[in-house]
Protein backbone atom coordinates (compact mmCIF):
# COMPACT_ATOMS: atom_id res chain seq x y z
CA UNK A 1 0.00 0.00 0.00
CA UNK A 2 1.30 3.41 -1.01
CA UNK A 3 2.43 5.82 1.66
CA UNK A 4 1.26 9.50 1.66
CA UNK A 5 2.92 12.35 2.85
CA UNK A 6 0.22 15.31 3.78
CA UNK A 7 -0.29 18.72 4.91
CA UNK A 8 -2.66 20.61 6.16
CA UNK A 9 -4.74 22.43 8.95
CA UNK A 10 -6.54 20.35 11.85
CA UNK A 11 -10.08 21.39 13.89
CA UNK A 12 -8.92 23.98 15.47
CA UNK A 13 -7.09 25.69 12.28
CA UNK A 14 -3.56 24.65 13.45
CA UNK A 15 -1.28 23.70 10.74
CA UNK A 16 -1.26 19.70 10.80
CA UNK A 17 1.36 17.60 8.94
CA UNK A 18 1.79 13.52 8.59
CA UNK A 19 2.03 10.37 7.03
CA UNK A 20 -0.60 8.03 5.94
CA UNK A 21 -1.36 4.80 4.22
CA UNK A 22 -3.94 4.65 1.56
CA UNK A 23 -4.28 3.21 -2.07
CA UNK A 24 -4.68 6.54 -3.69
CA UNK A 25 -4.31 10.06 -3.07
CA UNK A 26 -8.27 10.65 -2.87
CA UNK A 27 -8.51 7.30 -0.10
CA UNK A 28 -5.79 9.63 1.40
CA UNK A 29 -7.94 12.78 1.36
CA UNK A 30 -11.17 11.04 2.57
CA UNK A 31 -8.78 8.91 5.46
CA UNK A 32 -7.42 12.62 6.72
CA UNK A 33 -11.03 13.56 6.17
CA UNK A 34 -12.49 11.09 8.92
CA UNK A 35 -9.74 12.78 11.56
CA UNK A 36 -11.37 16.12 11.10
CA UNK A 37 -7.78 17.35 8.87
CA UNK A 38 -8.05 19.73 5.89
CA UNK A 39 -5.61 18.60 3.45
CA UNK A 40 -3.71 21.18 1.48
CA UNK A 41 -1.16 19.30 -0.51
CA UNK A 42 -0.45 15.66 -0.53
CA UNK A 43 2.61 13.80 -2.02
CA UNK A 44 3.45 9.79 -2.14
CA UNK A 45 6.43 8.64 -0.61
CA UNK A 46 8.25 6.24 -2.80
CA UNK A 47 11.85 4.77 -1.61
CA UNK A 48 13.52 5.81 -5.33
CA UNK A 49 13.64 9.08 -4.01
CA UNK A 50 12.50 10.02 -7.70
CA UNK A 51 9.91 11.97 -8.90
CA UNK A 52 6.91 12.98 -6.23
CA UNK A 53 3.61 13.84 -7.96
CA UNK A 54 2.33 16.77 -5.27
CA UNK A 55 -0.89 18.38 -5.53
CA UNK A 56 -2.72 21.46 -3.92
CA UNK A 57 -6.49 22.16 -3.58
CA UNK A 58 -6.83 23.53 -6.94
CA UNK A 59 -5.01 20.35 -8.21
CA UNK A 60 -2.17 21.89 -9.93
CA UNK A 61 1.28 20.45 -10.15
CA UNK A 62 3.86 22.23 -7.89
CA UNK A 63 7.69 22.24 -7.82
CA UNK A 64 9.68 20.57 -5.66
CA UNK A 65 11.08 22.80 -2.33
CA UNK A 66 13.89 22.68 -0.03
CA UNK A 67 11.92 20.99 2.65
CA UNK A 68 10.29 18.49 0.46
CA UNK A 69 14.25 17.46 -0.47
CA UNK A 70 15.62 17.48 3.20
CA UNK A 71 12.57 15.19 3.53
CA UNK A 72 13.66 13.34 0.88
CA UNK A 73 17.12 12.82 2.96
CA UNK A 74 15.51 12.09 6.05
CA UNK A 75 13.31 9.13 4.38
CA UNK A 76 16.58 7.76 2.49
CA UNK A 77 18.18 7.28 5.98
CA UNK A 78 15.07 5.57 7.22
CA UNK A 79 15.49 3.63 4.22
CA UNK A 80 18.04 1.78 4.83
CA UNK A 81 21.21 3.73 3.28
CA UNK A 82 24.45 3.29 5.32
CA UNK A 83 25.56 6.37 6.21
CA UNK A 84 28.75 4.99 7.98
CA UNK A 85 29.77 5.09 11.84
CA UNK A 86 27.90 2.95 14.55
CA UNK A 87 24.29 2.85 16.02
CA UNK A 88 23.61 6.14 17.87
CA UNK A 89 22.68 5.57 21.59
CA UNK A 90 19.44 7.41 20.73
CA UNK A 91 18.92 4.76 17.98
CA UNK A 92 19.24 2.01 20.30
CA UNK A 93 17.14 3.08 22.43
CA UNK A 94 14.35 3.53 20.15
CA UNK A 95 15.13 -0.27 18.43
CA UNK A 96 14.61 -1.43 22.20
CA UNK A 97 11.44 0.49 22.41
CA UNK A 98 10.44 -0.99 19.04
CA UNK A 99 11.36 -4.80 19.59
CA UNK A 100 9.23 -4.46 23.03
CA UNK A 101 6.31 -3.25 21.84
CA UNK A 102 6.32 -5.48 19.07
CA UNK A 103 7.17 -8.10 21.73
CA UNK A 104 4.44 -7.20 23.64
CA UNK A 105 1.77 -7.00 21.03
CA UNK A 106 2.71 -10.50 19.17
CA UNK A 107 2.61 -12.40 22.30
CA UNK A 108 -1.04 -11.30 22.70
CA UNK A 109 -1.63 -13.05 19.58
CA UNK A 110 -1.86 -10.22 17.14
CA UNK A 111 -0.57 -10.52 13.64
CA UNK A 112 3.04 -9.04 13.26
CA UNK A 113 1.27 -6.19 10.45
CA UNK A 114 -1.47 -5.21 12.84
CA UNK A 115 1.04 -5.05 15.25
CA UNK A 116 3.14 -2.81 13.48
CA UNK A 117 0.08 -0.70 12.58
CA UNK A 118 -0.59 -0.17 15.99
CA UNK A 119 3.17 0.65 16.86
CA UNK A 120 2.96 2.85 13.52
CA UNK A 121 -0.14 4.84 14.33
CA UNK A 122 1.16 5.38 18.41
CA UNK A 123 4.67 7.00 16.79
CA UNK A 124 5.01 10.70 16.24
CA UNK A 125 8.07 10.71 15.29
CA UNK A 126 8.02 11.14 11.59
CA UNK A 127 11.58 9.81 11.32
CA UNK A 128 10.39 6.50 12.89
CA UNK A 129 6.81 6.64 11.37
CA UNK A 130 8.40 6.13 8.03
CA UNK A 131 10.80 3.03 8.97
CA UNK A 132 8.42 1.44 10.37
CA UNK A 133 5.85 1.79 7.39
CA UNK A 134 8.41 0.85 5.13
CA UNK A 135 9.12 -2.56 7.45
CA UNK A 136 5.27 -3.43 7.68
CA UNK A 137 5.25 -2.74 3.30
CA UNK A 138 7.68 -5.04 3.28
CA UNK A 139 6.43 -8.28 5.32
CA UNK A 140 2.98 -7.51 4.02
CA UNK A 141 4.67 -8.34 0.73
CA UNK A 142 5.88 -11.61 1.55
CA UNK A 143 8.95 -10.64 3.10
CA UNK A 144 10.35 -12.66 5.90
CA UNK A 145 10.28 -10.24 9.45
CA UNK A 146 14.70 -10.07 9.25
CA UNK A 147 15.05 -9.86 6.10
CA UNK A 148 13.03 -6.40 6.70
CA UNK A 149 15.06 -5.43 9.33
CA UNK A 150 18.35 -6.18 7.76
CA UNK A 151 16.79 -3.43 4.55
CA UNK A 152 17.87 -0.94 7.31
CA UNK A 153 21.46 -1.68 8.92
CA UNK A 154 21.88 1.79 10.29
CA UNK A 155 18.94 0.24 12.92
CA UNK A 156 19.32 -3.26 13.01
CA UNK A 157 22.60 -4.67 13.38
CA UNK A 158 23.50 -8.56 12.32
CA UNK A 159 23.26 -9.71 16.34
CA UNK A 160 19.46 -8.27 15.96
CA UNK A 161 18.82 -10.13 12.86
CA UNK A 162 20.03 -13.01 13.69
CA UNK A 163 18.05 -13.43 16.84
CA UNK A 164 14.73 -12.59 14.47
CA UNK A 165 15.44 -15.31 12.01
CA UNK A 166 16.19 -17.49 14.57
CA UNK A 167 12.64 -16.48 16.24
CA UNK A 168 11.12 -16.92 12.69
CA UNK A 169 12.67 -20.57 12.50
CA UNK A 170 11.68 -21.48 15.74
CA UNK A 171 8.17 -19.83 15.78
CA UNK A 172 8.98 -18.01 19.09
CA UNK A 173 9.36 -14.67 17.40
CA UNK A 174 7.63 -12.85 20.77
CA UNK A 175 10.25 -14.82 22.57
CA UNK A 176 13.04 -13.46 20.99
CA UNK A 177 12.03 -9.90 20.50
CA UNK A 178 11.49 -9.54 24.05
CA UNK A 179 15.14 -11.03 24.93
CA UNK A 180 16.69 -9.15 22.74
CA UNK A 181 14.72 -5.98 24.10
CA UNK A 182 15.83 -6.93 27.44
CA UNK A 183 19.27 -7.72 26.28
CA UNK A 184 19.50 -4.28 24.41
CA UNK A 185 18.55 -2.27 27.84
CA UNK A 186 20.70 -4.29 29.82
CA UNK A 187 23.88 -2.77 27.50
CA UNK A 188 22.81 0.38 27.91
CA UNK A 189 22.06 0.33 31.17
CA UNK A 190 26.36 -0.35 31.50
CA UNK A 191 27.42 1.77 29.15
CA UNK A 192 25.35 4.75 31.00
CA UNK A 193 27.09 3.10 34.25
CA UNK A 194 30.68 3.50 33.02
CA UNK A 195 29.90 6.53 31.17
CA UNK A 196 28.44 8.15 34.48
CA UNK A 197 31.85 6.77 36.42
CA UNK A 198 34.11 8.64 33.75
CA UNK A 199 32.20 11.75 34.02
CA UNK A 200 34.01 13.16 37.29
CA UNK A 201 37.42 12.49 36.28
CA UNK A 202 36.81 14.30 33.00
CA UNK A 203 34.90 16.89 34.05
CA UNK A 204 37.77 17.72 36.74
CA UNK A 205 40.43 17.98 33.92
CA UNK A 206 38.99 20.03 32.02
CA UNK A 207 38.18 22.39 34.53
CA UNK A 208 42.19 22.05 35.61
CA UNK A 209 43.29 22.70 32.41
CA UNK A 210 41.08 25.82 31.88
CA UNK A 211 42.20 27.29 35.40
CA UNK A 212 46.11 26.55 34.48
CA UNK A 213 45.59 27.84 30.64
CA UNK A 214 44.05 30.91 32.52
CA UNK A 215 46.78 31.73 34.59
CA UNK A 216 49.29 30.82 32.17
CA UNK A 217 47.53 33.10 29.48
CA UNK A 218 46.26 35.98 31.50
CA UNK A 219 48.01 36.31 34.75
CA UNK A 220 51.35 35.20 34.15
CA UNK A 221 52.32 37.65 31.17
CA UNK A 222 50.93 40.38 33.24
CA UNK A 223 53.20 39.71 36.44
CA UNK A 224 56.02 39.36 34.88
CA UNK A 225 56.01 41.92 33.05
CA UNK A 226 56.03 44.32 36.12
CA UNK A 227 59.04 42.12 37.70
CA UNK A 228 61.01 42.95 34.74
CA UNK A 229 60.20 46.37 34.85
CA UNK A 230 61.76 46.33 38.59
CA UNK A 231 65.26 45.06 37.18
CA UNK A 232 65.64 42.35 39.28
CA UNK A 233 67.05 39.29 38.10
CA UNK A 234 64.25 36.74 37.84
CA UNK A 235 64.58 33.40 39.41
CA UNK A 236 64.72 30.53 37.20
CA UNK A 237 61.31 28.89 37.85
CA UNK A 238 60.07 32.31 36.78
CA UNK A 239 61.78 31.98 33.62
CA UNK A 240 60.91 28.91 32.42
CA UNK A 241 56.77 30.03 33.22
CA UNK A 242 57.60 33.16 31.11
CA UNK A 243 59.16 31.16 28.54
CA UNK A 244 55.70 29.03 28.64
CA UNK A 245 53.44 31.58 28.74
CA UNK A 246 55.18 33.60 25.67
CA UNK A 247 54.98 30.28 23.94
CA UNK A 248 51.64 29.43 24.75
CA UNK A 249 50.50 33.34 23.96
CA UNK A 250 51.94 33.50 20.76
CA UNK A 251 52.36 30.19 19.01
CA UNK A 252 49.68 28.90 20.30
CA UNK A 253 48.30 27.55 16.76
CA UNK A 254 51.57 25.40 16.55
CA UNK A 255 50.18 22.85 18.78
CA UNK A 256 46.63 23.15 17.05
CA UNK A 257 48.24 22.07 13.96
CA UNK A 258 50.16 19.48 15.50
CA UNK A 259 47.52 17.72 17.46
CA UNK A 260 45.52 18.16 14.44
CA UNK A 261 48.51 16.32 11.81
CA UNK A 262 49.05 13.83 14.79
CA UNK A 263 45.19 12.96 15.11
CA UNK A 264 45.14 12.53 10.97
CA UNK A 265 48.40 10.36 11.03
CA UNK A 266 47.32 8.09 13.83
CA UNK A 267 43.28 7.89 11.95
CA UNK A 268 45.36 6.74 9.16
CA UNK A 269 47.38 3.91 10.96
CA UNK A 270 44.52 3.05 13.12
CA UNK A 271 42.66 2.41 9.24
CA UNK A 272 44.29 -0.13 8.61
CA UNK A 273 44.34 -3.64 9.52
CA UNK A 274 48.08 -3.79 10.71
CA UNK A 275 47.88 -0.54 12.76
CA UNK A 276 44.28 -1.48 14.41
CA UNK A 277 45.73 -4.86 15.35
CA UNK A 278 48.32 -3.35 17.18
CA UNK A 279 46.99 -0.31 18.54
CA UNK A 280 43.95 -2.72 20.40
CA UNK A 281 47.14 -5.14 21.02
CA UNK A 282 48.83 -2.51 23.03
CA UNK A 283 45.45 -1.09 24.57
CA UNK A 284 45.05 -4.59 26.37
CA UNK A 285 48.62 -4.69 27.46
CA UNK A 286 47.74 -1.51 29.48
CA UNK A 287 47.62 -2.26 33.29
CA UNK A 288 44.39 -1.21 34.50
CA UNK A 289 43.04 -0.08 31.07
CA UNK A 290 43.80 -2.64 29.63
CA UNK A 291 42.15 -4.81 32.17
CA UNK A 292 38.59 -2.96 32.23
CA UNK A 293 38.55 -3.38 28.29
CA UNK A 294 39.29 -6.97 28.27
CA UNK A 295 36.38 -7.57 30.82
CA UNK A 296 34.24 -5.07 28.94
CA UNK A 297 34.33 -7.08 26.05
CA UNK A 298 34.18 -10.86 27.44
CA UNK A 299 30.77 -9.32 29.22
CA UNK A 300 29.43 -8.51 25.99
CA UNK A 301 30.95 -11.66 24.22
CA UNK A 302 29.69 -14.04 26.33
CA UNK A 303 25.89 -12.04 27.17
CA UNK A 304 25.87 -11.63 23.23
CA UNK A 305 26.87 -15.54 22.94
CA UNK A 306 23.97 -16.30 25.63
CA UNK A 307 21.31 -14.77 24.00
CA UNK A 308 22.04 -15.61 20.66
CA UNK A 309 22.46 -19.44 21.76
CA UNK A 310 19.07 -19.16 23.52
CA UNK A 311 17.61 -17.48 20.89
CA UNK A 312 18.33 -20.74 18.81
CA UNK A 313 20.92 -19.07 16.57
CA UNK A 314 23.91 -21.78 15.76
CA UNK A 315 26.99 -21.72 17.28
CA UNK A 316 29.46 -20.49 14.21
CA UNK A 317 26.79 -17.71 13.37
CA UNK A 318 26.74 -17.21 16.86
CA UNK A 319 30.69 -16.10 17.18
CA UNK A 320 30.36 -14.74 13.26
CA UNK A 321 27.85 -11.72 14.83
CA UNK A 322 29.67 -11.96 18.00
CA UNK A 323 33.14 -10.38 16.63
CA UNK A 324 30.89 -6.96 15.62
CA UNK A 325 30.39 -6.22 19.39
CA UNK A 326 33.71 -7.43 20.57
CA UNK A 327 35.49 -3.16 19.68
CA UNK A 328 38.77 -4.80 19.82
CA UNK A 329 40.58 -6.19 16.59
CA UNK A 330 43.09 -8.57 18.45
CA UNK A 331 39.90 -10.84 20.34
CA UNK A 332 37.88 -10.36 17.41
CA UNK A 333 41.02 -12.22 14.95
CA UNK A 334 41.09 -14.91 18.29
CA UNK A 335 37.07 -15.31 17.40
CA UNK A 336 37.68 -15.65 13.95
CA UNK A 337 40.14 -18.36 14.59
CA UNK A 338 38.04 -20.14 16.68
CA UNK A 339 35.00 -20.02 14.78
CA UNK A 340 37.76 -21.80 12.24
CA UNK A 341 38.58 -24.41 14.22
CA UNK A 342 34.84 -25.46 15.62
CA UNK A 343 34.22 -25.48 11.37
CA UNK A 344 37.25 -27.30 11.38
CA UNK A 345 35.42 -29.86 14.13
CA UNK A 346 36.69 -28.63 17.65
CA UNK A 347 35.04 -27.57 20.73
CA UNK A 348 34.55 -24.40 21.70
CA UNK A 349 36.33 -24.68 25.00
CA UNK A 350 39.98 -25.97 23.59
CA UNK A 351 40.56 -22.69 21.02
CA UNK A 352 39.30 -20.55 23.77
CA UNK A 353 41.91 -21.79 26.19
CA UNK A 354 45.01 -22.14 23.38
CA UNK A 355 44.17 -18.47 22.21
CA UNK A 356 45.99 -16.67 25.22
CA UNK A 357 43.71 -13.79 24.76
CA UNK A 358 40.67 -15.38 26.65
CA UNK A 359 41.46 -15.68 30.25
CA UNK A 360 41.99 -19.65 31.20
CA UNK A 361 39.04 -19.47 34.08
CA UNK A 362 36.60 -18.38 30.72
CA UNK A 363 37.43 -22.09 28.83
CA UNK A 364 36.83 -23.93 31.83
CA UNK A 365 33.56 -22.81 32.17
CA UNK A 366 32.34 -22.91 28.83
CA UNK A 367 34.18 -26.72 28.62
CA UNK A 368 31.62 -27.40 31.45
CA UNK A 369 28.57 -25.80 29.63
CA UNK A 370 29.35 -27.80 26.94
CA UNK A 371 29.28 -31.16 28.69
CA UNK A 372 26.06 -30.13 30.44
CA UNK A 373 24.23 -29.34 27.38
CA UNK A 374 23.58 -26.02 28.69
CA UNK A 375 26.72 -23.59 27.37
CA UNK A 376 23.54 -20.41 26.90
CA UNK A 377 23.01 -21.00 30.81
CA UNK A 378 26.92 -20.73 31.31
CA UNK A 379 27.31 -17.77 29.21
CA UNK A 380 25.11 -15.89 30.92
CA UNK A 381 26.55 -16.60 34.20
CA UNK A 382 29.55 -15.70 32.82
CA UNK A 383 28.74 -11.92 31.05
CA UNK A 384 26.96 -11.37 34.43
CA UNK A 385 30.12 -12.29 36.56
CA UNK A 386 32.44 -10.59 33.74
CA UNK A 387 29.71 -7.39 33.81
CA UNK A 388 30.13 -7.26 37.90
CA UNK A 389 33.82 -7.25 37.30
CA UNK A 390 33.60 -4.54 34.64
CA UNK A 391 31.68 -2.51 37.52
CA UNK A 392 34.38 -2.90 39.98
CA UNK A 393 37.47 -2.35 37.86
CA UNK A 394 35.58 0.96 36.56
CA UNK A 395 35.48 2.19 40.45
CA UNK A 396 38.88 0.86 40.78
CA UNK A 397 39.96 2.93 37.90
CA UNK A 398 38.44 6.23 38.71
CA UNK A 399 39.75 5.89 42.69
CA UNK A 400 43.24 5.72 41.07
CA UNK A 401 42.92 8.13 38.46
CA UNK A 402 41.00 11.49 40.74
CA UNK A 403 44.38 11.62 43.09
CA UNK A 404 46.20 11.48 39.85
CA UNK A 405 44.73 14.00 38.40
CA UNK A 406 44.24 16.52 41.79
CA UNK A 407 48.27 15.78 42.31
CA UNK A 408 49.63 16.59 38.67
CA UNK A 409 46.84 19.70 38.76
CA UNK A 410 48.50 20.62 42.53
CA UNK A 411 51.75 20.42 41.16
CA UNK A 412 50.98 22.87 37.92
CA UNK A 413 49.23 25.05 40.09
CA UNK A 414 51.69 24.98 42.92
CA UNK A 415 54.70 25.47 40.18
CA UNK A 416 52.83 28.67 39.04
CA UNK A 417 52.34 29.98 42.50
CA UNK A 418 56.05 29.56 43.38
CA UNK A 419 57.40 30.99 40.12
CA UNK A 420 54.67 34.13 40.94
CA UNK A 421 56.09 34.62 44.65
CA UNK A 422 59.62 33.68 43.97
CA UNK A 423 60.69 37.17 42.96
CA UNK A 424 58.11 39.07 44.90
CA UNK A 425 59.52 37.37 48.13
CA UNK A 426 63.23 38.66 46.89
CA UNK A 427 61.75 41.89 45.91
CA UNK A 428 60.61 42.14 49.55
CA UNK A 429 63.63 40.96 51.17
CA UNK A 430 65.78 43.72 48.98
CA UNK A 431 63.80 46.23 50.88
Not at 175 to 201: D, G, I, T
Not at 255 to 265: D, R
Not at 328 to 356: C, F, H, W, Y
Not at 363 to 386: C, F, K, P, W
Request: glycine content about 8%; some cysteine.
Amino acid sequence: MPVYEWKGFDSKGKKASGVIDADSPRDARSKCKLQHMLVTEISEIRSGGRKKAKRSLRGKARPENKSLAKFRKRLDAARGRKEGGNRSKGRTDEVATFTRQLATLTRAGIPITEALRAIIEQTENKRLNILYRDIRERIAQGTPTADALAAHPDYFDPLNVSMVRAGEASGHLDQVLLRMSNFMQEQAKVRNKVQAAMMYPVVMLCVGLLVVGLLIGIVVPKITVMLEQQGSELPLPTQILQSTSDFLVGYWWVLVVVMVFSLLIFNLYYSSDKGRLKVDTMLLNMPVFGDLLKKQAIARFAQTFATLLSSGVPVVRCLEVNRTVLGNRLMEKTIDEVRQKIIEGADIAGPIKASGVFPPLLGYMIAVGEQSGELDTMMQQIGDSYQEEVSIATQKMTSLIEPILILVLAVMVGFIILAILWPVLQMTQNF
